[in-house]
Structures are given as structure tokens and as C-alpha cells.
């Protein structure tokens, strides 16, 4: 069966860092594009970052650079998104999703075939 997990979400004051991991199971995702969608209550899911199947091209969110920086590990078959200086306003259930690597980094939570559960990250003093 074809999974992705999240974890490393919790709960972490205004400043502070946290390092999320997408774990894939049942498929390689070496020539998959990973993107981390985040959905806060009331607003749209949002693409945070994105990362191509080589790892050798990335897209973020305007409002997460040079904050977020997302990487992969093939071998482990694995994603993380490393988070820091967290504010409330990042507050949200991340996601993380795959698609198949035609050469493009779709921008549409449509766009993605496969979904983890989601991770709770929650900024709060």
C-alpha cells in the first residue's frame, strides 16, 4: 500500500523551531515531487514548499523564505521541512503530498496524488 506519514508536529513558542518528516512507504519517491500544503481553520490549504524528485529545485511560499527550507533524502525515502521562527500565524495541520515528476512542481492541492494525515503545529506562548 502506497503511504505517506507526518511527524514531528506539536506545540512550540513564538521563535521557536520545529523539523517536520514525511516518511513514504510501499513506493520510491525518487521521481516524485513533495510538497508541504498547510490548512488553517477558516483558510485555504496552502502550498508552503516544494521540493522536485532530484532535490534540485525547490519553490516556497512568499511568506515562509528564508524561514523554511524543505530537503529530501532518497535513500531513506524521506522529505523534511525544517520550520523556523515560528509565529501563531503558522499555526495549521501541514501536509505533505507527492506527485509524479513530469518536470514541473504543480501548484494545485488537486495537482497531488498522494497524502499523508497530517502533523498539528501549533505556535503559541
Known amino acids: 500500500?502506497?503511504?505517506?506519514?507526518?511527524?514531528?508536529g506539536g506545540l512550540v513558542q513564538p521563535g521557536g523551531s520545529l523539523?517536520?518528516?514525511?516518511?513514504?512507504?510501499?513506493?520510491?519517491l525518487?521521481?516524485?515531487?513533495?510538497?508541504?500544503f498547510r490548512q488553517a481553520p477558516g483558510k485555504a490549504r496552502e502550498r508552503v514548499a516544494a521540493i522536485s524528485g532530484g532535490g534540485t529545485i525547490t519553490n516556497y511560499a512568499d511568506s515562509v523564505k528564508g524561514r523554511f527550507t524543505i530537503s529530501r533524502d532518497n535513500s531513506e525515502n524521506t522529505v523534511a521541512l525544517q520550520m523556523n521562527s515560528l509565529q501563531p500565524e503558522n499555526t495549521?495541520?501541514?501536509?505533505?503530498?507527492?506527485?509524479?515528476?513530469?518536470?514541473?512542481?504543480?501548484?494545485?492541492?488537486?495537482?497531488?496524488?498522494?497524502?499523508?494525515?497530517?502533523?498539528?503545529?501549533?505556535?503559541?506562548?
Open 1 to 8: 500500500q502506497k503511504q505517506l506519514v507526518e511527524s514531528g
Open 19 to 28: 523539523r517536520l518528516s514525511c516518511a513514504a512507504s510501499g513506493f520510491s
Open 30 to 36: 525518487e521521481h516524485y515531487a513533495i510538497a508541504w
Open 92 to 125: 495549521a495541520v501541514y501536509y505533505c503530498a507527492a506527485h509524479f515528476d513530469g518536470g514541473q512542481l504543480l501548484p494545485r492541492s488537486e495537482d497531488y496524488n498522494y497524502w499523508g494525515q497530517g502533523t498539528q503545529v501549533t505556535v503559541s506562548s
